[in-house]
């Protein structure tokens, strides 16, 4: 279907044969998602990759296409997205209109859409807007992976607008829907309806047993390594400035004392990863340093490896417990797999998602300081009674809300709201969080 207009919006002809699409549940068009995508080294894009296989399953019918990105590839991958031009957006909609889609799904951070001019200055993902007004008259459902509780107006701002642009919106946590209402009303905004919360999904498949923990060991290799504890603490993930592995690290000699006094047992740390962003080798140089003491003492083990795909769960299997020690918000895709290994966990407090996951899954315990850190560490190390639970109770959680065969399924409700939307001509409107 060419556009033949000159203001290069659909003509008229056009609108009525998408329109007809829409009234339509059998036709076998694509889902096409717009992201970032492997082989880049991105959370987003892991997350994409992980998602689209989902989403395939639950609709076997039709091809689930990608429109990455120009480092990504891949069988149904488009590498469209140059973001060295301002106008970036417009051959990623003009191959949406010639792919026509069921529906169009968008991953976003903001980092992956922001275009920079010769000044530096960035656009403030303005050319994102552009996209979802150029890609109006189809089905658009949009997967904000940064809703802060606490907005700068900036960020506000490009929220209010990305709502009223989009079908539906999906946010990850409720605390960020019942958040958005106070941020918005207390600038004198309407609240926006069209926001549905699904959540991070994690794999129910990638689940080990007790006996075979210790042949995954050896196929990581651990079994090689000289003293190598029985009893492992994990810090696993990419190494970056806000992970602050660190912050264990360097109470890890006191808390493996205590932890031998009070059981008999011996616990090393396994601090596993890689870098991803050159601006980061300082932490990574000293992170290694750090570990490298703690080995030469007998205390710990760094195993490098990139941190996707089956090795991460694998990596992550072979651990006790895990601990995020993360300073910032950027930590879902590693409690995902946490979540999806059943795995109990340690992390920081108050931290935005990883908070709200931990007191609805009850999978993990809390720290807000050092100390606190140094006595859950010591506690969980202690208690396997207590490590049983919290894992059952990730099971649970794993199975009845964030399975990736239960997300995939809201996407599918997503998908259709947006569908209805387009063929009514009636915004989406669902129930406030509160």
Wanted: overall charge negative; aromatic content about 10%; proline content about 4%.
């Amino acid at each position: 279907m060419e556009n033949v207009c000159g203001d290069g919006l659909p003509t008229m002809e056009e609108r009525c044969e998408i329109a007809f699409s829409f009234a339509g549940e059998d036709r076998e068009d694509p889902i096409v998602m717009i992201s970032s995508y492997p082989p880049r080294l991105c959370g987003i894009g892991t997350f994409c990759e992980e998602a689209r296989e989902f989403i395939q399953k639950r609709n076997p019918d039709r091809e689930v296409l990608v429109i990455s990105h120009t480092d990504g590839a891949g069988e149904g991958v488009f590498p469209l997205i140059d973001m060295s031009r301002h106008d970036w957006w417009k051959s990623v909609a003009e191959k949406v209109e010639k792919l026509k889609p069921y529906a169009v799904h968008i991953e976003h951070e903001y980092g992956l859409y922001e275009f920079y001019d010769d000044r530096g200055k960035g656009d403030e993902n303005e050319g994102f807007i552009d996209l979802l007004t150029a890609l109006g008259d189809w089905p658009v459902v949009v997967e904000p992976h940064t809703i802060h509780g606490r907005m700068r107006d900036v960020e506000a701002d490009f929220v209010y607008r990305l709502c009223e642009t989009a079908d539906v919106v999906l946010f990850k946590c409720h605390y960020q829907k019942w958040r958005l209402d106070w941020c918005f009303s207390g600038r004198g905004w309407k609240t926006p309806l069209n926001i549905m919360v699904v959540p991070h999904g994690a794999r129910p498949d990638r689940r080990w047993g007790l006996h075979e923990i210790a042949g995954l060991r050896a196929k990581i290799g651990l079994n090689e390594l000289p003293h190598i504890g029985k009893h492992l603490v994990g810090l696993i993930g990419w190494i970056q400035s806000n992970k602050r592995w660190d912050i264990l690290t360097s109470m890890w000699e006191g808390i493996e004392r205590e932890i031998k006094e009070r059981t008999g047992d011996h616990w090393d740390i396994l601090a596993a990863g890689a870098m991803r962003d050159p601006s980061d080798l300082h932490e990574y140089e000293k992170y290694k340093m750090e570990l490298e003491s703690l080995a030469e003492k007998g205390l710990a083990r760094y195993y490098e490896f990139i941190p996707r795909g089956d090795a991460y769960y694998r990596v992550m299997a072979i651990c006790d417990f895990i601990v995020i020690p993360s300073l910032d918000e950027t930590q879902s895709g590693t409690l995902a797999r946490v979540i999806a290994l059943n795995k109990p966990y340690i992390t920081t407090a108050p931290m935005e998602g990883l908070t709200a996951q931990t007191l609805e899954s009850e999978g993990g315990l809390l720290f807000t300081s050092k100390e606190m850190l140094r006595s859950k560490v010591i506690r969980l190390a202690c208690d396997e009674e207590l490590r049983l639970k919290l894992g059952e109770n990730l099971r649970q959680y794993l199975e009845n809300v964030v399975s990736w065969d239960k997300v995939a399924g809201q996407y599918d409700e997503a998908y259709r709201l947006a569908r209805e939307a387009k063929r009514t001509g009636r915004a989406v409107e669902l129930p406030l969080e509160f």
